[in-house]
């Protein structure tokens, strides 16, 4: 079974401060792609970044990151310096090659707002 | 501009009543979905269709019908059926038939209650 577990439900941070965001999840395909959607108050999701199973390396862009370990079938999102304009709901999505193919599985999203 | 346009952005529906919402991409993607997202819930798959005149069910998708006529477009009917309908429903898109390694594109979503 797919599964995507984001267990903040909400943050709040002061604005400038780092901020990590968690993703836990849980598959039986060997390969798969995992995803970061941004919801902003105007409702449309915005993709942030979408990363292969075979692919274990960090990213970065810009304030971005991201931390992809296998081992512990996470995939978390930090911001740093965070700003105004980041507060939305950030979704991580998981999406498999064997099983769910056609689905991208959402977890229920954490509520980031940053504070002025 | 390209993109995703949804309409109306909001919408009522009276007890017994279908209703359409519109999805119109001019991104030349093969493939179209529909998603409903509950408050505090993540996204759910209503429809989803990989071709023109082809679509398939998603996990939701008892109480909606849809049709995929033209490329470009992906209506999806909320019918009476549907006994719980108010919610946020988005259309996305992406490009090819693979499915689950292309990012998908949203609209901004249209919003339906119950009158």
């Known amino acids: 079974a797919q599964k995507v577990t984001q267990a903040q439900t909400e943050i709040s941070v002061v604005e400038k401060e780092d901020v990590t965001l968690d993703c836990v999840y849980e598959?039986?395909?060997?390969?798969?792609?995992l995803f970061w959607y941004k919801q902003p108050p105007s409702g449309e999701l915005v993709f942030l970044i979408r990363r292969n199973s075979f692919d274990e390396q960090n990213e970065i862009s810009g304030r971005y990151s991201w931390n992809f370990q296998k081992s512990t079938s996470s995939f978390n999102f930090t911001i740093t310096a965070s700003q105004v304009v980041d507060s939305a709901v950030y979704f991580c999505a998981l999406s498999g090659i064997q099983t769910g193919a056609n689905n991208l599985f959402f977890g229920t999203g954490t509520r980031l707002t940053v504070i002025p | 501009d390209g993109g995703i346009t949804q309409s109306p952005k909001y919408l009522f529906r009276k007890e017994g009543q279908n209703v359409t919402l519109s999805c119109e991409q001019n991104?030349?993607?093969?493939?179209m979905y529909w998603y409903r997202q509950d408050p505090g819930q993540g996204l759910r798959l209503i429809y989803y269709?990989?071709?023109?005149?082809?679509?398939q069910k998603g996990d939701i998708a008892e109480g909606y019908s849809v049709s995929r006529e033209k490329k470009e477009s992906f209506p999806l009917t909320v019918t009476s059926a549907q006994k719980n309908p108010t919610a946020f429903y988005l259309c996305a898109s992406s490009i090819g038939r693979q499915l689950s390694n292309q990012p998908q594109h949203f609209g901004d979503g249209t919003r339906l209650s119950i009158l």
């Open positions: 269709s990989q071709i023109v005149n082809d679509f």
């Open positions: 598959t039986r395909d060997t390969t798969y792609y």
């Open positions: 991104l030349n993607h093969d493939a």
